[in-house]
């Protein structure tokens, strides 16, 4: 028998399963698609916020200041990397400057310390490049920048090693309560039985919710567009710099990345598609004229590339967490707009309480590891090392990205593991390959020939992200020769 069955692979159901791999039980997760972090958790601003722009006395406001709290420690134990680089909202005007004063109220409600208005000086000295008109600034100390996928694939790595048992390409098509008092949860190859079942499926938790009969909400699609920079561009900022927010979003920022790109957006626009992660021009032109606003001098020649997420607004526009009273055992984790991943272990933590309120008992493993480690990037090693590494496994001599400087050892290591990659997107988020200047250009062979022999499978069947995403579609067995490699003629 399970547990508890957790339905989404995202930050939020794998922080929820690794939570729960500290106790004695059987849980699995279900994720519709081929990899973790497939959904929202792929796509966003990867910024660890304070905690000062939601309204006091919410769920967002509550947890996004325990979770922040929470991610020295969890980074520290997956080998995550994590920089508090800090936090400015900036006043273009001098009527902005009311605005700050409002936010550093709200912040003290929530809690947020350290937290301070500083001046015109003060802030051209942090951001030399920030617009001249500035006049002040809102500066967070404890505002941080993560890499969201590599977090939720140490998460679901770490569940893993700990008994959690992961299931891709299981879209739950069916939840029902049962006259047992168990739960059935239902996916096209198996059925699973459980008295306790999570939602924490993104953008369907309220079709999920509406399946299982439990209480009805509903979630709508807010799209945001980004634009990355190369990371020739890195000294162009230091910090994570917003304007004063907007009655929908935190406002068109620019942001380094913790992997020393920097970027802009997002844009704030309501549609119905849940599946629209397009972006368009109009949305490009509306993140580009944002960001100016802040800092003029863009240098947008070097856009390396665009994206776009979804953010899953409920209804309540609060984050909506807790047990159904209509269906014992279930328990909605819905509506994880942002600060959703900033919150992410706070709303774990909560889930636990919940869970056992609801009648589950927890007995702490004494096998549970905390720790895991990350593919340790070739780029980062200096030369000693690096021959070193290359001695031990001559892999890591072969360059497969040529712009991230990912080597063939990485790439293997990334296939390898439990929770492991099973295409070119789940080698792009675990290793970087792909996500440099040429976006893939170079490697993408290279990557499919290494995944093809991995996996045993033909390079025709390598996909992108899933089954429907070969790569090779329409292409026959000539294409590949004898080694592996592609006819191009
Ligand atoms: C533009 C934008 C900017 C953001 N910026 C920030 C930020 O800077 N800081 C911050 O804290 N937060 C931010 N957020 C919010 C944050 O990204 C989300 O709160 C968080 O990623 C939500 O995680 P999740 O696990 O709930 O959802 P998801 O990552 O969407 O995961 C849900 C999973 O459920 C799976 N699923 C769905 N239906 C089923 C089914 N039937 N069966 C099985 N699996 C299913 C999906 O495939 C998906 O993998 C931002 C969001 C957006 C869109």
Request: hydrophobic share 40%.
């Amino acid at each position: 028998m399970t547990d508890v069955v957790i339905i989404g692979g995202g930050v939020v159901g794998c922080m929820i399963a690794r939570e729960l791999s500290r106790f004695d039980l059987s849980v699995v997760l279900l994720e519709k698609e081929e990899d973790v972090a497939s959904g929202t958790s792929k796509a966003n601003s990867a910024v660890i916020h304070a905690g000062y722009d939601a309204k006091p006395g919410t769920l967002k406001a509550q947890l996004n200041i325990r979770g922040n709290a929470l991610f020295d420690k969890i980074c520290d134990e997956l080998d995550v990397p994590f920089k508090r680089i800090g936090s400015l909202v900036v006043a273009v005007k001098e009527d902005d400057v009311k605005e700050l004063e409002k936010l550093l109220e709200q912040g003290k409600a929530n809690g947020v310390s350290p937290l301070k208005i500083i001046s015109k000086e003060e802030l051209f000295e942090l951001e030399p490049n920030i617009n001249s008109k500035a006049c002040a600034a809102l500066y967070a100390p404890t505002a941080g920048i993560i890499n969201p996928f590599e977090l939720t694939v140490a998460l679901a790595e770490n569940a893993a090693q700990n008994g959690v048992t992961i299931r891709f390409n299981s879209p739950v098509v069916d939840v029902k309560a049962c006259d047992d008092g168990m739960m059935m949860v239902k996916t096209p190859h198996e059925t699973f039985h459980s008295p306790f079942v999570i939602n924490a499926a993104g953008l369907f938790a309220d079709e999920i919710s509406q399946m299982a009969g439990a209480e009805a909400y509903t979630i709508t699609p807010r799209k945001g567009e980004y634009l990355i920079f190369d990371k020739r561009c890195s000294d162009m900022i230091n910090m994570v710099i917003f304007p004063t927010p907007t009655k929908f979003s935190k406002g068109i920022l620019v942001c380094p990345t913790i992997d020393g790109n920097f970027f802009i957006g997002p844009n704030s626009n309501d549609i119905e598609d849940k599946h629209d992660t397009g972006v368009t021009s109009e949305g490009i032109d509306e993140i580009i004229r944002g960001a100016r606003r802040l800092v003029p001098g863009l240098p947008l020649e070097n856009v390396i590339t665009s994206f776009a997420g979804l953010r899953a607004v409920s209804n309540t526009n609060d984050f909506i967490i807790e047990a159904s009273r209509k269906v014992k055992g279930f328990i909605n984790v819905g509506g994880i707009q942002s600060p959703g991943l900033s919150s992410a272990p706070a709303i774990a933590e909560m889930v636990i309480e919940i869970l056992q309120e609801e009648g589950l008992t927890l007995k702490e493993k004494n096998n549970f590891n905390s720790r895991r480690n990350r593919i340790y990037p070739f780029r980062e090693l200096n030369d000693e090392e690096r021959k070193k590494l290359i001695r031990h496994n001559p892999a890591y001599g072969h360059v497969i990205c040529r712009c991230e400087t990912v080597t063939e050892g990485e790439i293997v290591d990334a296939i390898r593991r439990p929770v492991g990659a099973r295409s070119l997107d789940g080698i792009k988020r675990r290793t970087r390959a792909g996500l440099g200047r040429c976006q893939g250009g170079f490697c993408s062979p290279r990557v499919i020939k290494i995944l093809s022999r991995e996996l045993g499978i033909s390079p025709l069947k390598v996909t992108k992200c899933g089954q429907g995403s070969e790569i090779l579609k329409g292409r026959t067995k000539d294409f590949i020769d004898s080694d592996g490699d592609f006819n191009e003629s």
